[in-house]
């Protein structure tokens, strides 16, 4: 006669790691098959890239100036020169190599602003669903509140109250978009909580920490990985409206929103100062945007 024996926590756990490393091959296959994502892939590679190496890659330093080559417009039109492929600005400042500088910064701060964001979002979430009542309803209610503010406006607030700086201008965009991380997250520990496998663990005496970092959080991921995706686009187009507005990252490093905000005076004599520096923003969104829906469209399991 057979002895049938109950699963253990272990057990429990390892049959959920296997069923999510499944779906993360069948998200992955699903991804590397789309057009538009590799497409967005490629270029955000090219950009990454850039701005990892780019003390290497840039042709000039970005803070050169030289006033005889100033304004020189790029090197396939009239009066272009061969050593600035993209022009130069109104103090001969080399726009390729600001531009590739400027890269660095954009995703410094996208990619932070969001990683700030995810811990103070997804902790807060986690404790609003997973422990309900009041401490469900005080964060739920700040959150409200927090969203009912323009998040530009708010960031700007603060990067004026504290100074421009390149750490403020992270820590204040990851303090002003925490609160879709946690509204998410809740959601997802509100369903999950109530789940045969939740249950099971529980049962079986499994602590009340273990079951929230081992089995809720991360059946969250998916969505912390899409959300974190976009935000990080988000980020980079705050970050860029800031530095236009003069309360960015400060003067100590090139940024594209400060480019095209030195250029917009100029540009009907030197159309390619906010030209390019614009299609850098707009071509970096884009790909990011175009990985990020797609990428939500692959970790769906309701879509085929």
Request: hydrophobic letters at 55%.
């Amino acid at each position: 006669m057979a002895i049938r024996t109950l699963p253990t926590a272990d057990g429990v756990d390892l049959a959920a790691g296997r069923g999510r490393g499944a779906e993360r091959s069948r998200a992955w296959r699903k991804l590397t098959r789309n057009p538009l994502a590799l497409l967005g892939g490629v270029i955000l590679a090219v950009v990454i890239g850039a701005a990892v190496a780019a003390p290497w890659v840039a042709p000039h330093d970005p803070a050169k100036q030289t006033l005889i080559r100033r304004f020189t417009p790029p090197v396939w039109a009239a009066g272009g020169h061969a050593s600035h492929l993209l022009g130069t600005d109104q103090v001969g400042r080399d726009i390729l190599s600001r531009m590739i500088h400027g890269a660095r910064i954009s995703l410094i701060v996208g990619v932070l602003a969001v990683v700030v964001s995810v811990i103070v979002g997804v902790s807060l979430g986690l404790l609003s669903g997973f422990r309900g009542g009041r401490v469900d309803v005080v964060i739920m209610t700040i959150v409200d509140i927090t969203l009912s503010f323009p998040q530009l406006l708010l960031a700007l607030a603060f990067v004026a109250a504290l100074g421009p700086s390149l750490v403020t201008i992270i820590v204040v965009l990851g303090l002003t978009g925490w609160e879709r991380y946690a509204r998410v997250v809740r959601a997802e520990v509100l369903a999950l909580r109530e789940k045969d496998f939740v249950e099971a663990a529980r049962a079986m005496g499994v602590s009340a920490t273990r079951v929230l970092f081992r089995h809720l959080l991360p059946n969250t991921f998916s969505s912390i990985i899409v959300l974190s995706t976009l935000q990080v686009a988000q980020a980079i187009l705050q970050e860029a409206a800031l530095s236009f507005l003069g309360v960015g990252s400060g003067r100590a490093y090139p940024t594209w929103g400060q480019m095209i905000a030195l250029g917009r005076d100029f540009v009907s004599v030197a159309w390619w100062l906010p030209t390019f520096p614009g299609l850098a923003i707009l071509l970096t969104v884009l790909a990011i945007n175009l990985v990020g829906d797609r990428l939500r469209d692959a970790l769906d399991p309701r879509t085929t």
